[in-house]
C-alpha cells in the first residue's frame, strides 16, 4: 500500500494557499491590514489538516515524521500570528522567513522520498524546494525591503507552496491508480 491513499488532502492545501496566494497579490493594501490574523487562522487550519494526514499515514509512509513535524510547526506558526498581532507585523518578515526556510527544506526532503516511491516528477518537488527555501533566506536577509513587499511576498509564496502541492497530490494520485 502507498503512504498517500489521502491524496486530495494534500490537493485542498495546495488549492488553499494557491487561491489565498492570488488574493493576496490582488488586494496589497487591503490584504496588508488583514493578513496577520487571516495568515495565522490558514496556517493553523493547514497545520492540522497535515498533522492528521502525516499520523494517518505513519503505517504507509517511513518518512511521515516530516510531515507531522511540518503540521506541528504550522500549528504553532498559526498560533503565533493570531495570538500576537501588533507584535507580529513588526516581526512578520522574520517569521515569514522562517517559515518559509522551513518549508522549503521539508520539500527538498520530502522530494527525495516522493523519487524512492517511484514517482517521475520529484525533481519538480526539489526545485521547488530549493526556490522556497532560497525565498525564505532571502527574506531573512532582507526584512526591511520585505517589509515594503510584505503581501507580494506573501502571496508568492503561497502560490509556489500551493502550485507544489498541486502537482505533487496528483502525481500520487497517478501513482495510486498504477498501484
Known amino acids: 500500500m502507498l503512504p498517500y491513499q489521502n491524496w486530495w488532502i494534500v490537493t485542498l492545501k495546495g488549492v488553499l494557499l494557491l487561491v489565498l496566494g492570488v488574493w493576496i497579490l490582488m488586494t496589497p493594501l487591503a490584504s496588508l491590514l488583514g493578513i496577520v490574523l487571516f495568515l495565522g487562522a490558514m496556517i493553523f487550519v493547514a497545520g492540522i489538516i497535515y498533522t492528521i494526514n502525516a499520523i494517518a499515514s505513519r503505517k504507509y509512509n517511513d518518512q511521515w515524521?516530516?510531515?507531522?513535524?511540518?503540521?506541528?510547526?504550522?500549528?504553532?506558526?498559526?498560533?503565533?500570528l493570531m495570538a500576537n498581532p501588533a507584535i507580529t507585523l513588526i516581526v512578520l518578515p522574520f517569521l515569514l522567513g522562517f517559515w518559509t526556510l522551513f518549508g522549503g527544506i521539508i520539500q527538498i526532503g520530502?522530494?527525495?522520498?516522493?523519487?524512492?516511491?517511484?514517482?517521475?516528477?520529484?525533481?519538480?518537488?526539489?526545485?521547488?524546494?530549493?526556490?522556497?527555501?532560497?525565498?525564505?533566506?532571502?527574506?531573512?536577509?532582507?526584512?526591511l525591503i520585505s517589509s515594503v513587499l510584505i503581501s507580494g511576498l506573501i502571496g508568492l509564496t503561497f502560490i509556489l507552496f500551493g502550485l507544489l502541492y498541486i502537482v505533487v497530490s496528483f502525481g500520487l494520485k497517478k501513482l495510486l491508480g498504477n498501484a
Open 65 to 80: 515524521g516530516w510531515y507531522l513535524v511540518e503540521g506541528i510547526v504550522d500549528v504553532v506558526f498559526g498560533l503565533i
Open 110 to 143: 520530502g522530494a527525495f522520498s516522493l523519487r524512492s516511491m517511484g514517482l517521475k516528477s520529484w525533481w519538480v518537488v526539489f526545485v521547488g524546494g530549493m526556490l522556497t527555501a532560497l525565498l525564505g533566506f532571502a527574506i531573512i536577509m532582507h526584512p
